[in-house]
């Protein structure tokens, strides 16, 4: 079973403050900035009060082209029946990220993907991705319970080796069905998406899985959907995944979207 590392950043992740360190994403060999605040603000707590207790609920949803203002109207209408201490502060947050993702992408619509729920085993590692020729800096943003797990791409044995395993995982994962719930009887330890979960096969022996710190955003390297499943460098896209089980959590997915006229349709997984 890999161990979980929470302390150091790997190679190929920097912690950053500034839109200078999230810039830096074009370094050919950085595939994640992580932003953390440097004092937790109060308003999480009550947030992450009213997400376990289903309090606040965000169906999954897609927001596949959205401009800055059309995100906060969303988020407006969304946290309408929220304590106004938390809606306010959680709108201006998500605000400042889609906003970021902008700024870093050079562009004025983003594919923005929330929901509130309890992580499950459904999905395992794999790498976001952004439309044809779309901009690839995108962001992930956990705002209660359990973080993002991600590899370093030093211990990528190959991309080759990486989506012969993300292959094998998603058909295991589909045969499996509703019973890879990730609190479910299907994850007793002779479930074969535990052991694909506990040693990927993609990792070199004894490398550790890392865990994003809490309240942190994560600015990220996604890969052109044209690429996926290429043998592309290791450093072009990363590597993570959701927690396997744990209570209901607040995810924010946002990524840069192909154009401004880009109708609703399925965008990629969210994970976070
Ligand atoms: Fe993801």
């Known amino acids: 079973m890999v161990p979980i590392d929470e302390e150091s950043f790997p190679g190929g992740v920097l912690r950053g403050d500034t839109a200078r360190d999230i810039a830096r994403l074009t370094d050919p060999g950085l595939t994640a900035v992580i932003v953390a605040p440097g004092e937790r603000p109060g308003w999480l707590d009550e947030l992450a009060e009213l997400v376990v207790s289903r309090r606040l ?7 596949s082209a959205v401009s800055r203002d059309e995100f906060a109207d969303w988020s407006r209408t969304a946290l309408a029946d929220t304590d106004r201490a938390v809606a306010r502060p959680l709108l201006e947050d998500m605000t400042g990220i889609v906003e970021q993702v902008m700024a870093s992408a050079d562009v004025g619509r983003v594919m923005v993907r929330v929901f509130t729920e309890a992580p499950t085993r459904r999905c395992g590692f794999h790498v976001d991705t952004v439309p044809p020729q779309a901009p690839t800096t995108g962001a992930v943003r956990v705002y209660n319970g359990p973080t993002t797990e ?3 791409g ?7 080796d990486f989506y012969a ?13 509703a019973g890879t719930r990730g609190d479910g009887p299907a994850c007793a330890a002779a479930d074969p998406l535990v052991a694909m979960d506990e040693t990927p096969s ?3 022996p004894h490398a550790p899985v890392h865990r994003v710190p809490p309240d942190a955003t994560v600015y990220f390297k996604h890969i052109d959907v044209r690429r996926h499943w290429s ?6 896209a990363w590597i993570h995944r959701s927690p ?18 880009a109708g609703p349709g399925r965008g990629p997984a969210a994970h976070g």
């Open 154 to 160: 030093d211990d990528v044995r190959s991309m080759k």
């Open 202 to 204: 993609f990792l070199r």
């Open 57 to 63: 609920v965000i169906t999954r949803t897609t927001l």
């Open 150 to 152: 991600y590899v370093s």
């Open 231 to 236: 043998p592309h460098p290791v450093a072009d």
């Open 244 to 261: 396997m089980q744990g209570p209901p959590r607040l995810v924010l997915n946002v990524s840069p979207a192909q154009t401004a006229s």
């Open 165 to 177: 395993y993300l292959s094998r995982r998603e058909r295991v994962s589909r045969q499996a069905g």
